[in-house]
């Protein structure tokens, strides 16, 4: 095989900053009202693959939905970009992240 079994890990990190591009709210009937944001977010790390690591920039956005004083619900979309050499050719390659979570604050 190409790749052994650890080099087939990918792992990535960065840091990465976020700005609320549209704070508002979201009205559901007359009675209902939601504090939400669209986000974006930037950043910067690195990533590992077949032993290798990668300079790796991201950018992205999302969008918040805080349904009550202590739960939000979030969807994200990041583009996670390195540069990769392909059978002898560098390469820039896009990585695209889709994350959904729940936010619980105590």
């Known amino acids: 095989p190409a790749l052994t079994d650890s080099g087939r890990i990918l792992s990535y990190y960065n840091v990465s900053l976020g700005y609320n591009l549209l704070p508002g709210e979201a009205f559901i009937g007359r009675n ?13 790390g ?7 690591d990668r300079f790796t920039i991201n950018f992205g956005a999302g969008y918040r939905f805080l349904a009550t004083d202590w739960l939000a619900l979030h969807v994200d979309v990041r583009d996670h970009i390195f540069d990769i050499d ?3 050719y560098s ?6 992240e889709t994350t959904a979570g729940l936010s619980v604050f105590f």
């Open 91 to 96: 390469k820039t390659a896009h990585n695209l």
């Open 32 to 44: 209902w009202a939601f504090r939400t944001a669209l986000y974006v977010i930037a950043g910067a």
């Open 46 to 52: 690195s990533t590992t693959f077949a032993g290798d």
């Open 86 to 88: 392909v059978l002898g």
